[in-house]
């Protein structure tokens, strides 16, 4: 806030007294996704730790875990990981959650801030989950934690930004472990999700202008004198950063990691049915025919190349679905986010590299038929990593199965020992194979496990070759 407004975070400030720690801090500034209407607070830089009901006997591996939402939305207390302690955190582990700054600002670059700080323009909300870490490094012991194991995980926007840290010279060493689930980016060629620094502040002269500071005589001075609801609600397709070519991201990630494999070994994976739950929904799409599946294939496609189209359907014909529905969301899943993890795991693979873990997770919740009419929809696999189920979306009071139980602890088993060692096997569990860019071996996360070779291998192998919304 204020003259801190797009300046890398500052060290927090000391006390003498015990300071109450037992709720929530503020989320940091955003249109909330459920109404639509501002809320948060620019004083949002805190971190949540969950530690053992039953005090730890040695030092704990740690999991940090950095929210979706899109870097416009969300916050480190949202459901899965809202309760008291997250059964996660009963499983040898100390869960951290952390905020970190959303939108315009965190996310804006101006060739005025570009002037200012090279090194953090663009970047402020990676900065703020860089400040968290070191944090944990720093404090963590203090907790039960093990400073030299510290697993750093996200999913969907957060999952982006884990690979961002991944390539970010400023973030190595902090973390001995890192996860990406739902969310990968491509090479910047194929995506506008990462653009070039410079692209990047070319593109915040709408946002400046709009902010009636174009023609100031200090535009940051006056950037930052702007009521920081008025700066949300203007919205957020200017938030660019932090753009490659900078100090802070030298190279685009995924180039990174095509050139050096992840610096920690990796877990990656996704949902089957990611798009029922991002637009997708069976009450946003209905019962469409197969007619209306051709339709929308060629209004997704056709933009994009002559011929796409055709060969998208030729891939995923609607016979080879329970419906032209399934069909159209098997498309948008693969698509947007699980063809993308594919890329980003092949791409970090390779001789004498850090090990890469991949899986696709399929459940489907088995005691509503709301949610179980939305598959394995984006989000689903986060309630049983956690062990989270009350609320599941809009359920309040989902009681999973037994089965499901089982499931989940199982879940909590493959994550906490990949905190601890960098691999998820062991305690005599379903083998998860490493992947490799020849067998594309990986685990398919249902209520029975299985090592299963490749998933829609010829579909993606074609989807990679595109350019990406």
């Not at 001075?221 to 991201?249: E, Y």
């Not at 599941?392 to 990949?418: C, D, H, K």
């Amino acid at each position: 806030m204020g003259n801190l407004r797009w300046k890398a975070p500052q060290p927090p400030a000391s006390w003498n007294h015990v300071r109450d720690a037992s709720t929530f801090g503020n989320e940091c500034p955003q249109d909330e996704l459920s109404t639509g209407q501002y809320g948060g607070d620019e004083d949002c830089l805190t971190l949540n730790i969950f530690t053992s009901q039953s005090p730890a006997t040695q030092p704990q591996p740690v999991m940090v875990f950095f929210h979706g939402g899109g870097n416009v939305a969300g916050n480190a207390h949202s459901r899965p990981t809202q309760l008291d302690v997250p059964p996660l955190a009963n499983q040898g582990v100390v869960v951290v959650t952390a905020q970190y700054r959303l939108g315009n600002l965190g996310f804006l670059t101006t060739p005025e801030l570009a002037r200012e700080d090279a090194s953090s323009a663009g970047a402020y909300g990676l900065l703020d989950m860089i400040a968290a870490l070191k944090w944990v490094q720093v404090n963590i012991a203090a907790f039960g934690g093990d400073p030299a194991r510290v697993l750093l995980f996200g999913q969907s926007a957060g999952s982006f930004d884990i690979q961002m840290l991944l390539a970010a010279p400023p973030a190595q060493g902090l973390f001995s472990a890192a996860g990406m689930i739902s969310g990968a980016v491509p090479l910047a060629s194929q995506t506008t999700w990462l653009i070039s620094a410079s692209d990047a502040a070319a593109a915040s002269a709408p946002f400046v202008s709009g902010m009636g500071c174009s023609n100031a005589a200090n535009v940051l001075a006056c950037l930052r004198g702007i009521p920081v609801a008025t700066i949300v609600n203007f919205g957020a397709n200017f938030a660019r950063g932090p753009g490659f070519g900078t100090p802070f991201l030298p190279i685009d990630s995924f180039a990174y990691l095509q050139q050096h494999g992840s610096p920690v070994p990796l877990m990656i994976g996704s949902t089957s049915e990611e798009y029922t739950v991002i637009r997708d929904g069976p009450d946003v799409i209905g019962n469409i025919d197969v007619a209306q599946y051709m339709a929308d294939v060629h209004q997704r496609f056709d933009p994009v190349g002559a011929g796409v189209a055709d060969q998208v359907l030729a891939l995923y014909p609607a016979a080879s679905y329970d419906s032209p529905y399934w069909a159209l969301v098997a498309v948008d899943s693969d698509y947007q986010i699980t063809c993308e993890t594919r890329g980003t795991a092949l791409a970090s693979t390779g001789a004498s590299r850090k090990p890469v873990w991949r899986y696709i997770f399929t459940h489907r919740f088995e005691n509503d038929i709301s949610l179980n009419g939305l598959r394995a929809g984006h989000t689903a696999d986060l309630y049983f990593i956690f062990g989270n189920f009350n609320p599941v979306g809009p359920i309040p009071n989902y009681m999973p199965t037994p089965a499901e139980l089982r499931f989940s602890q199982s879940m909590m088993g493959y994550w906490t020992r990949f905190a601890a060692t960098g691999d998820p096997n062991g305690a005599g569990a379903v083998a998860w194979p490493q992947y490799d860019a020849n067998t594309e071996g990986m685990l398919q996360l249902d209520d029975t496990f299985a090592a299963i070779n490749g998933y829609h291998v010829p579909q993606c192998t074609y989807l990679e070759t595109l350019t990406q919304p």
